[in-house]
């Protein structure tokens, strides 16, 4: 009886270690990115996380921060984060990432795009974009693939914006270095602010307006309770990527980064076709809600694009002719 006691509690002991190993083994990893968990944003990081555990028979298990939560609140500090290795993944724009590589203000070049034909052409495996994930691995981030925030129109509560003059004087939050050159190109007032900080200034009136994608972050954030007009301008085009730390990702055999990089790409691909889904019907949402909306004509939306020539000049040239013109060559035949 004594030996079958003590052979019991080896067998429990020796259970109770292999589910320790097992518990020790399960890898929880840690995603940070910028908007609210009400966004397409937070949906594709979502989706990840549940193809990551299903893909690795539950050794990875992630968990998402919205709101730079991790980076406490400062969404520009998430990517250096992740290159530091502090940080195991980041989903954020490339116009956030812009102070860290100026080269990633090549998306948003003012007018750069008209369509998502276009942006894809660019994206797209062995695109011109291949170039940034080179600079950016250079940084310590191993970006796994594009998803999108969308073409950026500017909301304000002051008046409607038709004209480059409707812009003057306006005072506007925007999210990096490159926007407050465009602002300062139509005359309006720049005011570089963190998203989390945005909706109390547009409440309060510190600022009045403010410029993102429809699908993204003004219908999820439900920018429209707090701004009146709408002007569909498409002035400036901002993907996401979502980013692994090179430290953890070099840890990893072939096979799992193999892995990995399908699971981003499956999952952005969703984020992207949701993001698109909800621009597609958000025009009528918005007005439904009470939003005034603008869509520019074409010789209006040349207006635009020649007031902020000065901008997209002064960009291309920081972030390179020739990174800029292999950009253009795409989009060209994209046409």
């Known amino acids: 009886m004594q030996m079958a006691g003590w052979g019991r509690l080896a067998l429990a002991t020796a259970l109770v270690s292999a589910l320790g190993v097992g518990a020790a083994m399960a890898d929880t990893l840690r995603l940070s990115h910028n908007t609210g968990d009400g966004t397409t944003w937070h949906k594709g990081a979502e989706r990840f996380g549940e193809l990551l555990a299903e893909r690795s028979g539950g050794e990875m298990t992630l968990r998402v921060f919205p709101n730079a939560q991790l980076a406490g609140g400062d969404q ?65 981030i191993e970006v796994l693939a594009w998803g999108e925030n969308g073409f950026r129109e500017v909301t304000n509560n002051t008046r409607p914006v038709k004209t480059p003059e409707d812009m003057k004087g306006l005072n506007m939050r925007v999210a990096g270095p490159m926007y407050i050159d465009v602002m300062n190109a139509l005359g309006a007032n720049p005011q570089q602010m963190q998203w989390t900080e ?106 635009f694009r020649e007031a902020t020539r000065p901008a997209f000049d002064q960009w291309a040239e920081k972030v390179g002719p020739d990174l800029v013109a292999s950009f253009q060559d795409a989009i060209a035949q994209a046409q």
């Open 198 to 303: 945005t909706m109390t200034a547009l409440q309060q009136g510190v600022v009045d307006g403010q410029e993102n994608p429809i699908g993204a972050v003004i219908i999820p954030q439900q920018v429209y309770e707090v701004q009146k007009y709408l002007t569909t301008w498409h002035y400036s085009y901002d993907p996401i990527f979502l980013g692994i730390s090179k430290k953890k990702f070099d840890a990893m055999d072939a096979d799992t980064q193999t892995m990995m990089r399908e699971t981003a790409a499956e999952a952005m691909d969703y984020q992207r076709r949701i993001s698109r889904e909800d621009t597609e019907t958000g025009i009528a949402f918005l007005r439904d809600k009470g939003m005034e909306v603008y869509e520019p004509t074409p010789e209006e939306l040349t207006a």
């Open 76 to 140: 520009m500090r998430q990517a250096d984060m992740v290159g530091r290795g502090a940080l195991d993944f980041v989903m954020t724009s490339a116009i956030n990432v812009t102070p860290l590589v100026q080269e990633m203000a090549v998306f948003s070049l003012p007018y750069m795009y008209e369509n998502y034909a276009q942006v894809d052409a660019t994206t797209a495996d062995g695109g011109p974009a291949e170039a940034l994930r080179d600079i950016l691995r250079d940084k310590g």
